[in-house]
Nanobody, 127 residues
Framework: QVQLVESGGGLVQAGGSLRLSCAASGRTFSSYAMGWFCQAPGKEREFVAGISLGGSITHLADSVKGRFTISRDNAKNTVYLHMNSLKPEDTAVYYC????????????????????WGQGTQVTVSS
């Protein structure tokens, strides 16, 4: 079992940057593919980014390509979401999640296939 705790959210002006962190408990962090999802008020949860076990493969939602990156440090049991050029429409609660390695890349995008979730961290971007 994996427990996930996000941090790094906050209030930032449009054009600013944030780095979200997700710390995982347990010794098996490197056995899980990781993802970041977000949910804005009144909207469904959306995929933001995903990363493979070793970090060599990453996936990003079209809406954040060129602005966000995802990385992980398996020695620190931590996955990061680097958020640049933030826009007001990025305002949401951001969740990290863990799953067994997906057999296909589409598996990174499907929230229901992730077994473990953090509690979320709020990101608010002011205009």
């Amino acid at each position: 079992q994996v427990q996930l705790v996000e941090s790094g959210g906050g209030l930032v002006q449009a054009g600013g940057s944030l780095r979200l962190s997700c710390a995982a408990s347990g010794r098996t962090f490197s056995s899980y593919a990781m993802g970041w999802f977000c949910q804005a008020p009144g909207k469904e949860r959306e995929f933001v980014a995903g990363i493979s076990l070793g970090g060599s493969i990453t996936h990003l939602a079209d809406s954040v390509k060129g602005r966000f990156t995802i990385s992980r440090d398996n020695a620190k049991n931590t996955v990061y979401l680097h958020m640049n050029s933030l826009k007001p429409e990025d305002t949401a609660v951001y969740y990290c999640a863990a799953r067994t390695p997906p057999p296909y890349s589409s598996g990174y995008y499907t929230g229901s296939q992730y077994a473990y979730w953090g509690q979320g961290t709020q990101v608010t971007v002011s205009s």
